[in-house]
């Protein structure tokens, strides 16, 4: 069972499938040919990262750097956009823009995980100037950055916990007196880190309690969608979009 939802981002029927990259098992992770694949197999949620570049734009793209999946090199936050715009993905699809990826996917909502200090003030007037609060929710491994986020946009901004805040909601549910930041609206997690177990009944309910979604990542195994799905989390992140849609269509959750 779905917890209440707490902001429009997360106002969907039924567990969130989560494209993450677009789906990047077919190596074109973060383009717009992975989107548009994702959107056309019936997703209406993605899951993008962002640099900015020298000059301040805004890019969806995973690394720092070009070098593993572009045919060109160098750190992102040293290039400006019009070196950035040449490279391709896989030798093949251009880096986009993320306000492009905004515009050109009006039906979808987006999880985005900020890699760098750099990118923040650009995403959140991004976010001002188009006005695209129910459509995206910002995420970062690093609390102080998420918090930073909502603090600059305000209560419109759907955030995520970061990893203080996922390790304050691992100890609450255990009965320890820890309190994970109350403006966050989910809890975006690894199933396990490293031997720990993070996604088990106990975390989901403790999230719930608090009125936090759980959407797990990055999940690419049917048989472990199921269990997961059992155990009663929002939503799942994955890079196997078939495979994530299959299983939802099996539940009759797929929407």
């Not at 909502?150 to 759907?158: C, D, M, Q, S, V």
């Not at 909601?169 to 809890?187: D, E, Q, T």
Request: proline share 5%; charged share 25%.
């Amino acid at each position: 069972m779905t917890t209440r939802v707490r902001h429009p981002y997360l106002d969907h029927p039924g567990p969130l499938a989560l494209a993450h990259r677009g789906g990047a098992a077919d190596g074109l992770e973060n383009t717009a040919a992975a989107f548009r694949r994702a959107a056309d197999l019936g997703y209406r949620y993605m899951e993008t990262d962002v640099h900015a570049t020298a000059d301040g734009r805004l890019v969806a793209f995973h690394d720092t750097t070009l070098d593993r999946v572009t045919d060109a090199a160098g750190r992102i936050t040293d290039l400006p956009w019009s070196e950035v715009r040449h490279a391709r993905v896989a030798g093949v699809e251009p880096v986009p823009l993320f306000e492009e990826l905004l515009e050109s996917f009006p039906e979808v909502r987006w999880n985005v995980d900020v890699k760098a200090e750099p990118a923040l003030l650009p995403l959140v007037d991004l976010i001002r100037r188009t006005g695209s609060w129910d459509r995206v929710c910002v995420g970062s491994f690093s609390e102080a950055r998420v918090a930073r986020a909502r603090r600059l946009a305000g209560p419109r901004l759907a955030t995520s916990l970061g990893t203080r805040g996922v390790a304050a909601l691992r100890l609450r549910s255990y009965g320890v007196p820890a309190a994970p930041r109350a403006s966050a609206v989910c809890a975006q997690v690894p199933e396990t880190h490293g031997v720990l177990r993070v996604v088990d009944r106990r975390f989901v309910r403790a999230a719930h309690a608090r009125g936090l979604q759980v959407h797990v990542w990055t999940v690419n195994d049917a048989e472990r969608m199921r269990a997961l799905l059992d155990l009663g989390v929002d939503g799942i992140v994955s890079d196997h979009i078939e495979t994530l849609r299959e299983v939802l269509k099996d539940r009759g959750t797929w929407v």
